[in-house]
């Protein structure tokens, strides 16, 4: 089976077909996601927080986001497979954004980059596309910024919509192939999605967008304390605490291993 490019998500678009999106940053979770037929992944820079357990995205490195591309790409067939810039690497000038894009093509082996913000990092967008690269825009609530932002907020409420709205514009103008809006009222990207020709893809952002994307451990109930963009769709921290537990009591209680388990 051929990957999923990204003229069958602009095609998807034009019939009114939704698409769902996740993050994936290893190879079991690519594997698993990409056969249930997720067609888009995303080694989110959110392995900041869901991987190295940091408490923002900020500090994550591109050394540290690669490896776990080329194995998101590795275990996967059919998925088109997006890699996210960190913070720092690509807010200097268009040339440093072009440079870690490259990268991640050929080191991280992905079919696209994703970077965040709009207006501002418009120069950024065009010369990755220039150099024939994919480029997903986020704007709209941009966790990079969180220190700037003043925390995790709604972005777009009330006059602040304008803004919104101008960065996806600018995101879709700067030559962009879809574009995450994180953390904005529905009826901004409502008309957003309405204006756009390019795949919106919501986060926090209402049920009017082409696409949805979730953080995967968020999605199966991993982490605890998620936002009310968040559904669930499994108890997988319980699943798991159960089973360590389990497996615990057999070899404190001398049930497993058994002969059954052993070699003679
Ligand atoms: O890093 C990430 O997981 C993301 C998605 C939430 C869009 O940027
Ligand atoms: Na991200």
Not at 39 to 65: H, K, R
Not at 83 to 95: A, E, H, K, M, R
Request: proline share 6%; charged share 20%.
């Amino acid at each position: 089976a051929k990957r999923v490019r990204v003229p069958a998500l602009h095609a998807m678009k034009e019939r009114g077909e939704r698409w769902p999106m996740l993050t994936a940053y290893d190879m079991y979770t690519a594997e698993i996601f990409d056969a249930a037929g997720i067609p888009v992944l995303l080694i989110g820079d959110s392995a900041a927080n869901n991987v190295y357990g940091y408490e923002t995205t900020v500090p994550v490195t591109v050394d540290e986001l690669l490896p776990l591309c080329r194995s998101v790409v590795a275990a996967s067939k059919r998925a088109l497979i997006v890699g996210d810039l960190p913070f720092g690497s690509y807010q200097v000038s268009p040339q440093q954004a072009l440079e870690t894009a490259i990268r991640f093509m050929k080191e991280g082996n992905v079919h696209a980059v994703k970077l965040e913000g709009g207006v501002r990092v418009a120069p950024q967008i065009q010369a990755i596309v220039d150099a024939g690269v994919p480029v997903m825009g986020h704007v709209g609530f941009t966790p990079q910024s969180e220190h700037g932002l003043g925390g995790y907020r709604v972005q777009g409420r009330g006059s602040a919509a304008e803004q919104v709205l101008a960065d996806a514009h600018a995101v879709q103008e700067a030559g962009a192939f879809a574009v995450v809006l994180e953390m904005v009222p529905a009826e901004v990207s409502k008309q957003i999605t309405a204006e756009l020709s390019i795949p919106t893809i919501g986060i926090g952002a209402g049920p009017d967008c082409d696409a949805q994307v979730l953080v995967w451990q968020d999605m199966v109930g991993l982490r605890e304390g998620t936002p009310r963009f968040v559904k669930r769709y499994a108890d997988m921290r319980g699943v798991l605490t159960e089973a360590a537990k389990a497996y615990a009591a057999d070899v404190v209680g001398g049930t497993f291993p058994t002969h059954e388990h052993s070699y003679h």
